[in-house]
């Protein structure tokens, strides 16, 4: 069977075939409860509500395929007969109804249509399926859908169900009976509109407020939220806010015009009943305060809203492109009404200007008859008249320029600023005297910083601020003037603490302060004397010495008629209790030259650790001065004597003394010194007696002076004086080789006539001269030649002989001499012309020839300290080498020496000297490698 009903919807594609199927007895008996055959049972056969059933059952077959379930299709049916049913019986309802009472039960039946309808469209939102969610958007917009869904919206409200009941009559009787629910919805709609259409029409056509109130008693159920009613109730009937309501409604209409729909006209309506009822509660809270407090609180609570009442109508009408509405705007703007509201709106959080015009509203108000303001025509002049008031206490004070003028300020408005304590405080002062006039300054100061006062709350504080802390003054002064032996230290802490207290409030304020001028002079306050003293003295509260001791000096001074000499002697005594000690002057006595170390016998009473430095402007014009251990170091300066002077500052950090050191600085006998010499270059080879130069030094007793050579740079000069006059002079000239030394050193030794001496070493450059012709002694001498032709002869001796670059001539002499062949060869084509040396009388038993590896690169290791042999494979008598290691090559023919890298190669040999013929007898023994 369930197949079978399946079967049968879903085969269904007409709405006869769908009611068919519904009322197929097997069909039924799965698919309808007795409520739903009932009300089946109740449509006419085949017509427009059964007809409805069979379209709604195949449309939710379009949308969402064929049906899978008996229950899909049993829900489908009930929903179709529910809401079929229901159409059937508003219609048969309207048509039937004989009285409005009779159509206004009818017409309850709305709320289950717009029910049903707003169900289906949102059930039909949520799906999934895209053509759902289109056909629900379709539905929403549906002429059927919109009526009932606005109609539905006010059936709650009686009245205006009696009146569409009533408009429903009279369009029954004008365009019924109706049979079908498009004629219905278009009724509905029609007496609807016939309904606002009244409504407008009374506010429209009321030409005097009354008018426009009765409009808004008759129909302020349909126009008015709860909220609104109440407001309306709350107000007096017929009175002064009712009919601001009415002109309210009829200025907007002559502004712009009749009123053209509901919704404008309710939202007039509410802004008229929101600004009066808020005028209503403004008026009544004002009437009713008793005290000052009461009626600042009143006016608090109230007025702020009355304010933007009447901004938001001032902004409406200027946002409005009405001439005239825009024109009134401007004349709403300048109403002593609107500025006024305005004005007391800013100063809301200005609790002592709020505190004044509370007490001021409060006294015009019992000031009328019957105390009590009865409207706005009274509260705004007097709220004007309390504001002009108070402001002109903010324009004393900003108007003052001296300090007398703002005393004046504070004595004239001395009800309005102070309360009984500072009233007492001010009346302590004596008139127009210090502490008055610091007070009168203090304030100038804040507006001179912050710029002109911008309330009375911010004048207040600062008035009495500054009367608490040069009454606090006054009272230090006071207390410890009468102090006594039993009470002077209490009353410094009392009071000097206090003061302190104020003192670093006001820098802490101004340090915090965006302000860059306050903080700059809360960076002063910080430094001044003032501050400092009072932040000394109670750092020293808890030293029950220190506090004695300033009691003492307290109670030994005079009366104190000032600040200023009380932070004086406060001064006096830190600095008496907490400086360091130290003897005023110190005389020292030292020698020339002498350095002098002394204890500078300073301690502290405090037990803190002492800083030394010398005063700037002060310092030592002969010497240094330096500080360690707590003692001085005094160095004089080189070679001076007679008096100097210097201060020495003694910290604890805290406090500082001074010490003033006079040095006494004994003449004595000073050493000579700077010895110089007039020429320090001499020639190489320069003959015995050669001057170098003449000897000088420095004495500043400028007495007779004797030179010593401690040190002739082995022998090779000597002193020479003639004439007074000391000479450095050439003593060995053979020692002078500008080859084996460029230059030497001599120490020199000077002594004044008290037996002082000086030493000082001196450097003799020696110049090289290029071709040299020098003759040794008897002795072992070394000749070493440059880049020039140099003859060379050693004489007696044990010699040893190098020419050097060039072409030399070489002669050993006796004794057995050594040849050194040790700067770089010329080539087998410019080997003569290079560095060819003759020796003259190489002696095969005696001389050797000594051959640097630099050089000769072949020849093996071998030192000028430690010579080492030449191989006797290297060495080779013949005119040209036949082996390849013959790298020494002898020509006895013509006594050439010759040097052959490459022994029997290819390379040629390098003849580097001339040696006598027939040397027979000459080997490898007579040649070293160094």
């Known amino acids: 069977m369930s197949q079978a009903l399946l079967d049968a919807f879903n085969a269904a594609t007409t709405w006869q075939e769908a009611l068919a199927a519904i009322k197929n007895e097997d069909y039924a008996a799965l698919l309808l409860e007795n409520g739903h055959r009932a009300k089946l049972n109740d449509l006419p056969d085949d017509q427009g509500r059964e007809q409805a059933i069979g379209l709604g059952v195949i449309e939710i077959k379009t949308l969402f395929g064929d049906f899978t379930t008996v229950d899909q299709i049993k829900a489908a049916v009930q929903k179709q007969i529910e809401v079929e049913h229901a159409k059937f019986q508003i219609i048969q309802a309207v048509m039937n109804a004989g009285s409005v009472s009779e159509m206004r039960a009818a017409l309850e039946i709305i709320d289950t249509l717009n029910d049903h309808r707003q169900a289906l469209i949102a059930e039909w939102s949520a799906s999934s399926d895209p053509e759902a969610q289109a056909r629900a958007d379709a539905l929403e917009i549906e002429g059927y859908s919109v009526v009932l869904k606005r109609i539905a919206s006010d059936l709650s409200d009686g009245n205006y169900l009696d009146f569409l009941a009533e408009k429903m009559m009279e369009v029954r009787e004008q365009s019924g009976p109706f049979f079908g629910v498009g004629t219905l919805i278009t009724a509905l709609d029609t007496a609807d509109q016939a309904v606002d259409a009244e409504i407008l029409a009374a506010f429209n056509e009321a030409d005097t407020w009354q008018e426009a109130l009765e409009a808004i008693n008759t129909y302020d159920s349909l126009l008015l939220d709860e909220a609104r009613l109440d407001k309306l109730d709350d107000l007096p009937d017929g009175q002064g806010r009712e009919q601001a309501i009415g002109l309210g409604l009829n200025q907007t209409k002559v502004l712009f015009g009749n009123f053209q729909s509901i919704a404008d006209l309710k939202e007039a309506l509410d802004h008229q009943i929101d600004t009066e009822h808020a005028k209503f509660e403004f008026i009544t809270a004002l009437d009713a305060a008793t005290t000052a407090a009461e009626m600042t609180d009143a006016i608090k609570a109230t007025i702020e809203l009355v304010n933007t009442h009447r901004q938001d109508l001032i902004a409406g009408l200027l946002a409005s492109e009405d001439p005239d509405a825009i024109a009134l705007a401007g004349v709403l703007q300048q109403a002593d009404y609107t500025t006024t509201l305005a004005e007391i709106v800013t100063h809301l959080d200005d609790d002592a200007y709020m505190a004044q015009l509370g007490a001021r509203m409060l006294s015009a108000r019992n000031a009328l008859e019957g105390s009590q303001f009865f409207g706005d025509s009274r509260i705004i002049p007097a709220l004007d008249e309390a504001d002009g008031a108070i402001d002109a206490v903010v324009a004393a004070f900003n108007e003052a320029d001296t300090w007398q003028e703002a005393l004046a300020a504070i004595k004239d408005n001395a009800s309005v600023l102070l309360d009984a304590g500072h009233v007492d405080k001010l009346d302590d002062l004596p008139d127009d005297q210090g502490r008055e006039q610091a007070i009168g300054l203090g304030v100038l100061e804040v507006k001179t910083l912050f710029g002109d006062f911008a309330s009375l709350d911010t004048i207040i504080l600062e008035v009495r601020y500054q009367i608490d802390v040069e009454h606090a003054k006054f009272d230090a002064l006071n207390a410890i003037n009468a102090a006594t032996e039993e009470n002077v230290v209490a009353a410094l802490k009392e009071h000097i603490g206090k003061l302190h207290d104020h003192r670093q409030e006001l820098i802490e304020k101004w340090s915090a302060s965006t302000?860059?001028?306050?903080?700059?002079?809360?960076?002063?306050?910080?430094?001044?004397?003032?501050?400092?003293?009072?932040?000394?003295?109670?750092?020293?509260?808890?030293?029950?010495?220190?506090?004695?001791?300033?009691?003492?000096?307290?109670?030994?001074?005079?009366?104190?008629?000032?600040?200023?000499?009380?932070?004086?002697?406060?001064?006096?005594?830190?600095?008496?209790?907490?400086?360091?000690?130290?003897?005023?002057?110190?005389?020292?006595?030292?020698?020339?030259?002498?350095?002098?170390?002394?204890?500078?016998?300073?301690?502290?009473?405090?037990?803190?650790?002492?800083?030394?430095?010398?005063?700037?402007?002060?310092?030592?014009?002969?010497?240094?001065?330096?500080?360690?251990?707590?003692?001085?170091?005094?160095?004089?300066?080189?070679?001076?004597?007679?008096?100097?002077?210097?201060?020495?500052v003694i910290s604890d950090g805290e406090h500082s003394i001074e010490q003033t050191v006079t040095i006494a600085i004994k003449a004595v006998n000073d050493a000579p010194a700077d010895i110089t010499l007039s020429n320090s270059k001499v020639p190489e080879n320069a003959v015995a007696g050669t001057s170098v130069g003449r000897l000088t030094a420095t004495d500043l007793e400028g007495g007779a002076m004797k030179f010593a050579l401690l040190d002739d740079a082995g022998g090779r000069f000597k002193l020479e004086t003639k004439d007074g006059v000391t000479s450095i002079v050439v003593a060995d000239g053979l020692k002078l080789d500008y080859e084996q030394a460029t230059f030497h050193t001599i120490r020199v030794q000077v002594t004044d006539s008290d037996n002082k001496t000086y030493e000082e070493t001196l450097t003799v450059d020696l110049t090289d001269v290029a071709s040299e012709n020098v003759t040794g002694t008897t002795g072992t001498d070394v000749l070493v030649g440059g880049v020039g032709k140099d003859v060379f002869n050693g004489g007696l001796g044990n010699d040893k002989l190098s020419g050097g670059l060039g072409n030399d001539l070489l002669t050993g002499g006796k004794g057995k001499d050594v040849f050194v062949f040790d700067t770089k060869l010329g080539t087998s084509s410019t080997d003569r012309k290079v560095n060819f040396d003759t020796i003259k009388d190489f002696s095969v038993k005696d001389d050797s020839l000594y051959l640097d590896n630099a050089i000769f690169k072949k020849l093996g290791s071998g030192t000028a300290t430690s010579p080492k042999q030449l191989s006797k494979s290297f060495f080779t008598i013949r005119d040209k080498a036949k082996d390849k290691n013959d790298y020494i090559i002898y020509n006895d023919k013509t006594g050439v020496l010759s040097y052959d890298a490459d022994g029997s190669g290819k390379g040629k040999a390098v003849e580097f000297a001339q040696l006598s013929k027939k040397l027979t007898t000459l080997s490898y023994k007579d040649f070293f490698v160094i």
Request: hydrophobic share 40%; proline share 4%.
């Open 515 to 648: 302000d860059p001028d306050a903080q700059e002079r809360a960076e002063e306050l910080s430094h001044e004397d003032y501050t400092l003293v009072l932040a000394e003295i109670v750092s020293h509260f808890d030293d029950a010495a220190y506090m004695a001791g300033l009691a003492e000096a307290m109670l030994d001074a005079e009366q104190f008629f000032g600040v200023g000499a009380l932070i004086t002697a406060l001064r006096a005594a830190d600095v008496e209790l907490d400086s360091p000690v130290a003897d005023a002057t110190q005389n020292v006595t030292t020698d020339e030259d002498v350095a002098i170390v002394k204890d500078i016998g300073a301690t502290d009473p405090n037990g803190d650790t002492l800083t030394y430095s010398v005063k700037s402007g002060a310092r030592p014009q002969k010497g240094t001065v330096t500080f360690s251990g707590g003692k001085f170091t005094y160095t004089p300066a080189k070679d001076v004597n007679g008096s100097d002077t210097f201060i020495i």
